[in-house]
């Protein structure tokens, strides 16, 4: 008989260890719900609202990375490229590689006697050259020359070449 009653007090205690179990989990199942419906019903998840979530990355637009033949001056194409590096939070060492696989004609020429002559170029260094190969000849005090720059045509002329100097003034 001892057998029976201590089979019917464990089967007594797994009635309500599963009574409990079952009251635990429809809590937490109201809980979830709860924090479900204040999370889709506050003002921060509302479309437009323009509020980040630390729960996804914010997206970003495609931008395609510039490319170079070295027939205009590399300061815009140098502005470019560290906006895309900027907005894709790319690595100072892969800069130049990126840079200079988008080179096209006499200027991926040019970058393959670069490489050859002093390896791979770090970004400033690559700059720098690219400004010298391609850059606008200026004096050797190019604030004197932007200070001399005066109007012979155009006011549009004028602001363009003012606005070609500046950059490399300082």
């Known amino acids: 008989m001892g057998d029976v009653n201590d089979l019917k007090a464990t089967v007594d205690s797994l009635t309500n260890a599963m009574k409990t179990l079952h009251a635990t989990v429809e809590a937490n199942a109201k ?4 924090l ?3 999370r889709t019903s506050s003002s921060g998840s509302k ?3 323009g509020e980040h979530h630390n729960d996804r990355p914010p997206k970003f637009q495609k931008m395609d990375f510039p490319r170079y033949d070295g027939k205009t001056d590399p300061l815009i194409f140098l502005n470019r490229c560290e906006s895309y590096f900027h907005q894709q939070r790319i690595m100072e060492e892969e800069m ?10 006499g200027a991926q020429m040019w970058y393959m006697q670069v490489q050859q002559d002093e390896g791979t170029p770090s970004w400033r260094r690559f700059t720098e050259l690219l400004n010298l190969r391609y850059g606008q000849p200026l004096r050797s005090a190019p604030l004197f020359e932007l200070a001399d720059c005066r109007r012979t045509g155009s006011v549009a002329e004028y602001q363009d070449r003012f606005q070609s ?4 003034a300082g």
């Open 47 to 49: 479309p437009g609202s």
């Open 96 to 105: 130049v590689w990126m840079a200079s696989y988008n080179l096209e004609e």
């Open 165 to 168: 100097l500046l950059p490399r």
């Open 31 to 34: 809980a979830i719900a709860s």
């Open 36 to 38: 479900t419906s204040d």
